[in-house]
């Protein structure tokens, strides 16, 4: 799909929505309704995520979510958003 495998370098999470930074200078931004773990997370839960592999997710442990950074550049939102709309 990518020739490039974009990465994660810095995250951001306010009430309404996620921003990921890229290793390549590009940041996205998508709502944070598109993850309802997250939404409905804590600031302190979402203040503590990791950066897995070389950047190519990112893991909340306190609330248990993943997401993919090419899932966030397909427009993927997370499984739980996409059965409520099934």
């Given at each position: 799909m990518f020739k490039v495998q974009p990465k994660a370098m810095a995250i951001v999470c306010s009430d309404?929505?996620?921003?990921?930074?890229?290793?390549?200078?590009?940041?996205?931004?998508?709502?944070?309704?598109?993850?309802?773990?997250?939404?409905?997370?804590?600031?302190?839960?979402?203040?503590?995520?990791?950066?897995?592999?070389?950047g190519e997710g990112i893991h909340w442990p306190q609330v248990d979510e993943d997401i993919s950074v090419v899932g966030l550049l397909a427009g993927q939102p997370s499984v739980e958003v996409k059965a409520a709309f099934a």
């Open positions: 309404d929505e996620l921003r990921v930074s890229l290793t390549d200078g590009r940041t996205l931004s998508v709502p944070l309704a598109w993850f309802p773990r997250l939404a409905h997370a804590t600031h302190t839960e979402r203040a503590d995520y990791e950066i897995l592999g070389d």
